[in-house]
């Protein structure tokens, strides 16, 4: 079953998010706290949406994401941030569905493109999506500015 | 000179999006129209933002951007879409204009990054980036669907 987050599944997206961060090998990344998904979450303009997927009324998983915006199609994209189900539940098939809930969000909405990324090795979500006939946009490379090099292009003089 | 872009800037807007599209070979590739700029750019609740970058009283580029949401940092992210510089203006500087306003505008909302995708081919704009501290995130591939693929995923029984 997969459903809209509320304010109240904020201790369980916190749970999955730092399970996906382990997952993905960096278990001390996440510095993420309750009070920011409710803030950014959960007010009047979010600055994201979340699904919770559960199993046998457990929640065992969960998609947070977003919208850009595509200048060449002029229409929004779905920009999925994080998927992830707990390894106990896999073969359930929440993943799927999950996948299939965003699809289903991102046509209703108009959005041209459905976008994610994915880590070079994992292999497995890798052959998924493009059994799925999501492909690799390849030639273009993510880049990123943070910390003392983002302060010092703001204050450039 | 760096301003936000109006409603007016709406044919200007679309004459950079069509520059950039030619400059990243793609000269086909852009369906957008007024309509869908002034829909989704300047309405109660905007999918972008747009900044218009002026030399001698005439623009002569823009930045379109937007909000992601790091799971990460619990804060959102800038991310620019697209950043385009006429050639003739080039050297006078608007680029480096754009990115520091953007980089100023990131660090104001208290996003901890500030992110963009760039052609592999492009070492020019690359070996800029990396100057101004940025740095290609290695390891993580971005993926898409769109078209039939996403249709079918949403239609999935």
Redesign the interface.
């Known amino acids: 079953m997969i459903r809209e987050a509320t304010k109240e599944d904020i201790p369980e997206i916190l749970r999955l998010?730092q399970l996906?961060?382990e997952y993905e090998k960096?278990p001390d990344?996440?510095?993420?706290?309750a009070e920011?998904?409710l803030r950014?979450?959960f007010s009047d303009?979010p600055?994201?949406n979340c699904l919770m997927a559960e199993h046998e009324g457990v929640v065992r998983g969960f998609a947070?994401y977003?919208?850009?915006?595509?200048?060449?199609?002029?229409?929004?994209s779905l920009?999925l941030?994080?998927l992830f189900v707990e390894p106990e539940a896999r073969g359930s098939g929440l993943g799927?569905e999950l996948?299939?809930t965003l699809?289903?969000i991102?046509?209703e909405k108009n959005c041209?493109?459905?976008?994610?990324?994915?880590?070079?090795?994992n292999q497995l979500a890798?052959d998924f999506?493009h059994k799925?006939?999501?492909?690799?946009?390849e030639?273009?490379?993510?880049?990123?500015?943070?910390g003392?090099?983002?302060?010092?292009?703001?204050e450039?003089g």
């Open positions: 998010i996906l961060a960096e990344a996440v510095k993420t706290t920011d998904l950014d979450g303009k600055y994201f947070l977003f919208y850009n915006w595509s200048t060449w199609e002029g229409r929004p920009y941030e994080d799927l996948l299939k699809a289903g991102a046509v041209k493109r459905f976008e994610w990324s994915v880590l070079d090795w890798r999506y799925l006939g999501a492909k690799h946009m030639g273009w490379l993510p880049y990123r500015m943070e003392e090099a983002l302060k010092r292009l703001a450039k």
